[in-house]
Structures are given as structure tokens and as C-alpha cells.
């Protein structure tokens, strides 16, 4: 068990490090990166791929001067975060820096800039543009994950085989230790995932808690999930007495069921699952993949450990068909639930092989496969060598395989034990214990898993630049740009004229239009345009190199008065 843990948080430490704030992503955000406005707005708006939670303190607006301009009461409508701004604030560049709680419980942190009337230089401190999330704090979360994991498989599979197969002849104190060693494990691990929340979604270091953040966490599904879980967790432990006396009845039977799909429904609430486009699929996928990994590997685990080592050849004969049984059932579950997962939270191809998610999955269904073969093996070993042997003509068939066939007495006298040293059950062995050894590889790699990105938004993140939309509102115009496809080549270029309060279309005399390159020396190019209608007019150019291009637009609304308006424009 210690050589299993230490395996598993080395392979978290060395497996390459994903961005653990990148499962929800930003669509767009109103004033637009790189804009120069006419005057300041009232509030700033991001918009997200999916619902987030606001992180106390840590969305802020930053002046020139480097003061906060931001009222410090942001307000998360569904997928959108609205910012108030104080008014009065100085010309100059503004940095917006945001952290949010994306819906399956992740941090998502980033920032970006506008400009009010003149582009200046940005104030440092507090407005750097993201607060990243603790390396420490992220890896210790992936081991609590995998200790949690362990403490599943050394519950569940002890507690079925203690149940279901194991010979009564047999002590139970030891595997009824492991057992409530997986409870101790589960509860250690749930505990640790709550206070590396804390500082997990505000992004301080692993020991820069409070008590306001704490209260936060335990207000968010995240947290009720997991005081769910600790419940679970003891009144689990309390039943599990009768069950390793042997006296477990069908009340406790269906209790420790129902508190078992409870208790696994804990996790996919609290992950991925949960924010995924189908999340009661995703979900019941998630419980039955959980239910059939523990099933299969706390099997494995009690045959490995105890029975090929203290059960006698009858009672293996008996044991092992049945257990294959379960294994090859478990297995088909695994398998299918797991399907239906990567369908969902992966979707293409490409985001299977060009995501840190889509290749740890690669890797998990590549680890599966040596385990299944493993497996196969094992199997025909199993129907090869532990078929039940034929009665003997003097055995009443009513004798346990313990009794003794001469003994009229009644009571029944051990059975001998086959020698640990015989070759099919050493073979046996070997090939559960690589089962088991390849399987805590599985369990590290999918603590990983639930600390990465989904493909489906790491790929929306990384989604080539399309056509452009962009709005500017002065104390003139209202005006709203669309440059398509943003892409290297011919583009064409509307510009449409609203009203500064947007309540309708404002009519524009001279329109001017130019594009330029600074970052690698391309001076304004000179875009022209046709007016269509009053507010709408129509333009086209050649953009040469991909990068974030500037236009910018001057709007004349009479003799007298005009707007300039500059906006940042990728183009890939």
C-alpha cells in the first residue's frame, strides 16, 4: 500500500503540468481588448463558455495612476461577469484582471486592456493581468484526488469480497483493516480537497487561508458535495463493523448501497461532469465508471493480497470463476461509461490528440489495454487451472469443503492450504499483482485528468481567430465593426453607426478607415470605403502577416464634429 501511494504521487509530480485555469473560457468582452474609446464606460462585461462564480477581491480594474476604478461589487449573471466602474477616472490605458470559479469548481484567471481617449503606460502591482494558480497548491490537490481514489478501491472491493466471497473458514481481521484503512484514506483525502480549495480558488500559496474564503468555499456545490461526502464517509464506517463480523443483515446491505451511489455521486458533481453540455449523462457515466473501477481494482487488490495467498485450492475453484465474472462485467462498464465521457468532454479528433486532456486520455486507454490484457490472461489461467473439481463419491454433498469426508461428527476441521509455492497460483499472482501495479499508474493519471482542462474548452480556448466583431461607444457614435474572415489575406471591413445610447442608427457624413501592423513595422494602410446607407458603410483590404492588427476609424457625423476610434484586431 505505501510502495502504491508513493508510485502514484510520483507519476502526478512527473506527468507534464496542465493549466488548471483554463476550463471555462472567454468569448468576449465589452470594451474589447486593445480599444481606444472616447470615454470611459460605466461598467466593463466578460462573457464565458459557461456559468463562473466570482472569487472575492481578485477582479479588479486598474487605472493609469494605478488606482482601482472598479467598485469592488462585481456581478456574475450566468455565463456573464458585469464590472461597475467609478466615474471621473484619468486618460490612459486601463488593465483588466479577473478570477473566477468556472462551474465544474476550476479557477479561470486572465486579464486585458482599453483605453480611455490615449494609449499610456500601464500601472504595475496590482494590475498585473492574471493571478496564477500555486504550482504547490495544484499538485497537492491531484494527490488528495488519488488518495481519494485509493481510499474508493480499498473500500469498495474489500467490503464486496468480505461480503459476496470470502470463505467463512477464513479470519477477517485483516482485509476488514484495509477496508477501514479506504475509509480513513477517503475522509483524509476529502478534508484535504476542502482546504486546498481555499487557497486553489483564490490563488494563494498553500498555507494563505482565512476564514471569509473558507465560508466561501463551503457555500459553492464544491464544498456541500464534499460535507456530503464526509457523512457518507462515517455513517459508511459504522456499518462496515457488521459486515467484517460477518453479521451483516439486508438492512445494512441496502444502506451501504444507497450510500455508496450517493457517496460516488459526490464526484462528478463537483468535477467536470457536472459542466459538461450533458451533465445528467455525463454524471450517471461518472458514478457507474467510479462503481466499476473500485469494483474491479479492490478485487484485484483482496485476491492479490489474501485469497491467492490463504485460500485453499476448493475454495479458489469456487471463488475465482465467480470473480472473473464480476471483473469482465466491471470491465465492459468501465469501458462504456468511459466512452461516453470522452465523447462529451472531448467531442473531435483533433482535440483528442491536440489537448493535454485528449493525450492523457490516450494514455489511460493505453494503460487500460495492458490491463485488460493482463486480465485476459488471468481469465483463461483461471478457467484453465481453478475449474471446481469433480465430488468425491464418499463427500456428502452438503459438506462445506472444509469437512472432512470419514468424519460422521459434524464439525469441520480446516481444509490444507495449497503451497504459496505451487506454479499456477504463483503465476496467478504475478498477473494480478501487474494488474494492480499498472492500475495505480490509472489512478495517478486520472488525478491528473480531473485537475486538466476538458478538450471541448481547451480548444475553444485555442479556437483560430474567425470573423471579428467589435463595439466602441463615444460621446458621438455608437460603432460597431465587423472585419471577416480575420484571417491573412483579402478582408472585408463593416462599420455600422448607432446612437451613443444604441437606440438607433446615427447618420455619418465621411467615413475613414486604416490599418496598421506596429509590432512588425507595418505602417497604416489605408482602407476604403464606400458608404451603403447613412449609418453603414463597406470596406476591404489585404491584410499580409497574421498578428493583432489596429484599425483605426474616423467617424464624421456634421462639419463640426467627428470621432477616432482604434481597435485591436487578431488576425491568424
Known sequence: MLLGALLGALVILVLPAAPASAHATIEKTAPVAGTILD??????????????????????????????????????RDTELVVPLKSGGPKG?????????????????????????????????????????????KNAMSIARFLGFAGLVLLVGPALVLFALWPRRLPTRQPGRLALTGTGLLAVSTLLELYLQIPYTAGNSLFEVSGDAAREVLGTPFGAAHLIRLAVIAAVALLLR?????????????????????????????????????????????????????????????????????????????IVPVWSGWALFAITVLVLAGTAQALVEIGTLDA??????????????????????????????????????????????????????GDDSGEDEPAPVAQIEDGDRRLLRRAVFTEVAVAVVVLAVTSVLVQTSPARSAQAGNTP?????????????????????????????????????????????????????????????????LAIQDDHAFGQVSLVTAGTWEFKFVVRVDDLNQSTITMQVPVK
Open 352 to 405: 483528442l490528440i491536440g489537448t493535454t486532456y485528449g493525450k492523457l486520455v490516450i494514455a489511460k486507454v493505453v494503460l487500460l489495454a495492458i490491463i485488460i490484457g493482463i486480465a485476459a490472461y488471468s481469465r483463461s489461467l483461471t478457467n484453465r487451472r481453478f475449474v471446481p473439481a469433480a465430488a468425491d463419491p464418499g463427500d456428502d454433498p452438503g459438506d462445506d469443503p472444509g469437512d472432512d469426508p
Open 465 to 529: 481567430a474567425g470573423p471579428f466583431t467589435g463595439t466602441a461607444t463615444t460621446n458621438l457614435v455608437k460603432l460597431q465593426v465587423d472585419v471577416s474572415p480575420a484571417t491573412v489575406g483579402q478582408n472585408t471591413v463593416h462599420l455600422y453607426a448607432l446612437k451613443p445610447d444604441g437606440s438607433g442608427p446615427l447618420k455619418v457624413v465621411e467615413w475613414k478607415a486604416t490599418a496598421a501592423l506596429p509590432s512588425k513595422g507595418i505602417e497604416p494602410l489605408t482602407v476604403p470605403t
Open 242 to 318: 457488521p459486515v467484517i463480523a460477518g453479521r451483516a443483515g439486508k438492512i445494512d446491505q441496502t444502506l451501504l448501497v444507497i450510500l455508496g451511489i450517493v457517496g460516488l455521486a459526490t464526484w462528478p458533481i463537483s468535477g467536470h461532469p457536472s459542466a459538461s453540455p450533458v451533465p445528467t449523462l455525463t454524471v450517471v457515466a461518472d458514478v457507474a465508471h467510479l462503481a466499476a473501477m473500485s469494483v474491479w481494482l479492490g478485487g484485484l487488490v483482496m485476491l492479490f493480497g489474501f485469497l491467492l495467498r490463504q485460500a485453499n485450492t476448493r475454495e479458489l475453484s469456487a
Open 93 to 137: 490605458t486601463y488593465l483588466v484582471s479577473y478570477r473566477v470559479i468556472s462551474a465544474d469548481s476550476h479557477p479561470v484567471s486572465g486579464g486585458f486592456s482599453f483605453s480611455y481617449g490615449e494609449v499610456s503606460a500601464t500601472a504595475s502591482g496590482d494590475g498585473e493581468p492574471a493571478v496564477q494558480t500555486d504550482p504547490v497548491v
Open 39 to 76: 470615454q470611459l464606460p460605466g461598467e466593463v462585461t466578460l462573457t464565458f463558455s459557461e456559468p463562473v462564480r466570482v472569487v472575492a477581491d481578485k477582479i479588479r480594474v486598474i487605472a493609469p495612476d494605478g488606482s482601482r476604478v472598479d467598485t469592488g461589487k462585481p456581478v456574475a
